[in-house]
């Protein structure tokens, strides 16, 4: 047995609050990194849960270990994600009533 296989088999499983905040890291690194790629497109939805629900994982990983200011940052983009899917269902339905009304 090497000495590398020792100290990784000595290493303490992650818990689910771990794997979540990892699983939520993921989500923000591959939606910002699709973004500045030009791979995602920062005006739809897609962007906007992705960044939720990375957000969503990495506040359940803080009830483990909680931080504060860490919290704070995950409500917010929680919040305004939220409200940025709201506004833009409001803008597409009130795009959509508009042309059917001149089409009339």
Same mark, same amino acid.
């Given at each position: 047995?090497s000495?590398?296989s020792?100290?990784?088999?000595?290493?303490?499983?992650?818990?689910?609050f771990q794997?979540? $905040?990892?699983a939520?890291?993921?989500l923000y690194?591959? $939606?910002?990194a699709?973004?500045q790629?030009?791979?995602v497109d920062g005006?739809?939805? $897609?962007y906007?849960?992705?960044?939720?629900?990375a957000?969503v994982?990495?506040l359940?990983?803080l009830?483990?270990?909680f931080?504060l200011a860490?919290a704070?940052?995950?409500?917010?983009w929680?919040?305004?994600g939220?409200?940025?899917?709201?506004?833009?269902?409001?803008?597409?339905r009130?795009?959509v009533?508009?042309?059917?009304?001149?089409?009339r």
């Amino acid at each position: 047995m090497s000495v590398v296989s020792i100290w990784i088999t000595s290493l303490p499983a992650p818990s689910l609050f771990q794997a979540a $905040g990892v699983a939520g890291f993921i989500l923000y690194f591959l $939606g910002f990194a699709g973004l500045q790629l030009g791979f995602v497109d920062g005006n739809k939805s $897609g962007y906007s849960l992705c960044s939720i629900l990375a957000a969503v994982l990495v506040l359940i990983s803080l009830t483990e270990h909680f931080n504060l200011a860490s919290a704070m940052i995950q409500i917010s983009w929680i919040l305004l994600g939220t409200t940025g899917l709201v506004c833009r269902r409001i803008r597409t339905r009130k795009t959509v009533l508009d042309r059917a009304r001149s089409d009339r």
